[in-house]
């Protein structure tokens, strides 16, 4: 049996990675769930799936989930913070990390996994926005493997040939084209934009995904995370990746080789194909997912992103050009407008400019470690809660 952490397993990540392994009785041992406070989340999912090891990162709701398991007569060990964390990502018996935390809070225990050599599941693109470089380089030294959960990038892994870490040149490819949905406002004008709701945003037409991510889609900055996540995971530079906007999200990425073929993957949009695809790899399993009714999709339609509209592309691609700590303070400043966003403290339309003035403001410094970047992370955040607190 595969030995299985799941991290972030309340969220909309972790429960459709449950309900794949779920559908697989014998295959994987679920050996570690964790939460950040959804106590009751993470009591039912340790009653149903019986790991060994359950971990809140807030303390408080730690004790309180250790002393409901034990009136409820399980055994399940369970730890607090960070550490915590770290311990059940590294654990001899797991072979698979998920990493399904939400923002730069994924990265440590998504780093010790790749320091323990494990195969990870990334699904937090956070932690490769913030330290790419540091991470990679950690798989590598260590022999972790890496397979991207995000549906995108997922699909360029399942296009592209054995032997693509030497170089998309060597293997042929001449460019990567990542789809996006466009998002809830795809179609909004401007003035519409500046009045939208957390709860229109949160409404994505295709998916059903955390608030943090779906806020993401709907400024398309979760594009721009994903262009700088494909070039750590596909080792290239953004004038190698064309975003198309493609609002049926049937088509979940395409790669381009230099001979004229296009290489595309498709499927319903339901994240259980591509976890069920990573879990299994290079094995193929049920994901519980429908097949794909070409009859019922009808046509599928292609535009290009309208960069007025939506600048948080722009700024990513500017990030990852300017290397170094830009990405981690873009990623910084975008995680504390989009809360703001979500507890109505700020426009929608603001969150692009706070996210520019953050990035103005702090130097682009090398990366020289993790604690280093760590603090980039920091001075960021408060830098983007200044800028947020003088603008009203
Ligand atoms: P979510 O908000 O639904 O779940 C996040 C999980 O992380 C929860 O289990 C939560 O308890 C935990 N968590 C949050 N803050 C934490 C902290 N500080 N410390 C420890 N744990 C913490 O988010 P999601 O939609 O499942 O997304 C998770 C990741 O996957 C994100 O990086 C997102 O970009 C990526 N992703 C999600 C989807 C999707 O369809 N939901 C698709 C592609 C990529
Ligand atoms: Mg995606």
Redesign the pocket.
């Known amino acids: 049996m595969t030995g299985l952490t799941v991290?972030?397993?309340?969220?909309?990540?972790?429960?459709?990675t449950l309900d794949v392994v779920a559908r697989h009785p014998g295959r994987y041992r679920v050996v570690a769930l964790?939460?950040?406070?959804?106590l009751e989340?993470?009591l039912r999912q340790c009653r149903r799936f019986r790991p060994d090891y359950a971990?809140?990162?807030?303390t408080g709701s730690a004790r309180e989930l250790e002393r409901r398991l034990r009136a409820d007569g399980l055994e399940t060990r369970v730890l607090a913070g960070?550490a915590g964390?770290e311990q059940v990502a590294t654990l001899e018996e797991v072979d698979q990390v998920m990493?399904?935390?939400?923002?730069a809070?994924?990265l440590r225990?998504a780093m010790a996994a790749a320091r323990a050599g494990k195969r990870i599941l990334l699904?937090?693109?956070?932690?490769l926005v913030v330290a790419g470089a540091l991470f990679m380089e950690e798989v590598e030294r260590h022999g972790a493997r890496l397979l991207p959960?995000?549906?995108e990038h997922n699909a360029v892994f399942q296009c592209l040939p054995d032997g693509f870490g030497a170089g998309l040149e060597r293997v042929g490819v001449h460019r990567i084209l990542l789809t996006a949905s466009g998002g809830p406002f795809r179609t909004a004008s401007r003035e519409q934009l500046a009045a939208v709701t957390p709860e229109q945003a949160c409404a994505h037409p295709n998916?059903?995904?955390?608030?943090?991510?779906?806020v993401?889609s709907a400024t398309m900055m979760?594009k721009g995370?994903e262009v700088i996540e494909a070039c750590w995971l596909f080792h290239t530079t953004p004038e190698r990746i064309e975003v198309v906007v493609h609002p049926q999200s049937v088509i979940h990425s395409l790669v381009q080789y230099v001979d004229g073929s296009v290489l595309a993957q498709l499927g319903n949009p339901d994240?259980r194909t591509?976890i069920a695809h990573a879990l299994a790899w290079p094995e193929r399993i049920d994901s519980g997912v429908a097949g794909l009714d070409l009859f019922q999709v009808g046509r599928l339609d292609f535009e290009a992103p309208d960069p007025e509209r939506f600048p948080c592309l722009r700024l990513a691609v500017q990030a990852i050009e300017s290397g170094g700590s830009a990405p981690a303070v873009l990623n910084a400043a975008n995680e504390v407008a989009v809360a703001a966003f979500l507890d109505h403290r700020l426009s929608f339309t603001a969150i692009p400019q706070v996210i520019e003035e953050t990035l103005n403001r702090l130097p682009v410094e090398p990366v020289t470690g993790l604690e280093q970047i760590l603090g980039v992370d920091r001075r960021a955040r408060t830098v983007a809660e200044q800028t947020i607190s003088t603008r009203v």
């Open positions: 991290l972030g397993s309340t969220g909309s990540i972790g429960i459709s964790t939460a950040n406070r959804d989340g993470l971990v809140m990162a807030d960070v964390l990493a399904a935390i939400v923002g809070a994924g225990p699904a937090n693109k956070e932690a959960i995000d549906s998916w059903e995904m955390g608030r943090k991510i779906s993401d979760n995370l994240m591509p």
